[in-house]
């Protein structure tokens, strides 16, 4: 797991390389980009994280997006993707954590 890690792809259409919140490195080999989104740096940064969101998915990483309410969620629909909604007054770092491994053994199947 790298917290910062900068991804460069030529899969990438819209930027030649982002940086990722959480990068890991799965146990079958596969890689997840774990995205924090924080209301107030990303309210008008919709356009962006999806531009992110599908680069990242079009190079083969899968993508979770910890949207915090009250974002909207983005218009992504696609089999490595998902997006969680969390709450600066509810922090559960270590049950937000279960629920992307949830989530990443569920999308397994």
């Given at each position: 797991?790298?917290?910062?890690?900068?991804?460069?792809?030529?899969?990438?259409?819209?930027?030649?390389?982002?940086?990722?919140?959480?990068?890991?490195?799965?146990?079958?080999g596969s890689r997840l980009a774990i995205e924090y989104d924080g209301s107030y740096w990303h309210a008008d940064r919709?356009?962006?994280?999806?531009?992110?969101?599908?680069?990242?998915l079009a190079a083969g990483w899968?993508?979770?997006?910890?949207?915090?309410?009250?974002?909207?969620?983005?218009?992504?629909?696609?089999?490595?993707?998902?997006?969680?909604v969390v709450y600066s007054t509810a922090i559960d770092p270590e049950g937000m954590l279960e629920r992307v491994r949830r989530w990443v053994e569920l999308s397994r199947s």
């Open positions: 797991m790298r917290s910062g890690e900068t991804i460069r792809d030529e899969r990438f259409t819209t930027n030649r390389q982002w940086t990722v919140d959480i990068a890991v490195t799965l146990a079958d919709q356009d962006v994280d999806t531009k992110k969101s599908l680069d990242l899968r993508v979770v997006r910890l949207r915090e309410q009250p974002l909207s969620g983005l218009s992504i629909s696609a089999a490595g993707y998902a997006e969680m």
